[in-house]
Nanobody, 122 residues
Framework: VQLQASGGGLVQAGGSLRLSCAAS????????VGWFRQAPGKEREFVAA????????RYATSVKGRFTISRDSDKRTVTLQMRSLEPEDTAVYYC????????????????WGQGTQVTVSS
């Protein structure tokens, strides 16, 4: 499985960004694709995840109501729509694939894409 994240950038607080994760290779239908983020000096943290086939999702409390994860199976893409961005959302964002969509620990995910930088200015 190969994953490629894109869509990061610089945005003002209150603004929006859309991240995309393009997947190739064999992804099991019951597996999950998740988004994580890592700010300087902090540990990588879970943001959101979605089941590869189906509509089950999971969100971190800090982003619930602001971020939306979705999947386009035909295009093999998982999108993270981020709204009402805050400076605290500044981080490198990664997408990853693992056996369970409801997993929230980084070590529960097997395949990782490269990160994409999101910077939110105040």
């Amino acid at each position: 499985v190969q994953l490629q994240a894109s869509g990061g950038g610089l945005v003002q607080a209150g603004g929006s960004l859309r991240l995309s994760c393009a997947a190739s290779g064999r992804i099991y239908s019951s597996s999950g694709v998740g988004w994580f983020r890592q700010a300087p000096g902090k540990e990588r943290e879970f943001v959101a995840a979605i089941r590869w086939m189906g509509y089950s999702t999971r969100y971190a409390t800090s982003v619930k109501g602001r971020f939306t994860i979705s999947r386009d199976s035909d295009k093999r893409t998982v999108t993270l729509q981020m709204r009402s961005l805050e400076p605290e959302d500044t981080a490198v964002y990664y997408c990853a694939n693992g056996p369970r969509y409801d997993a929230i620990r980084p070590d529960e995910y097997i395949y990782w894409g490269q990160g994409t930088q999101v910077t939110v200015s105040s």
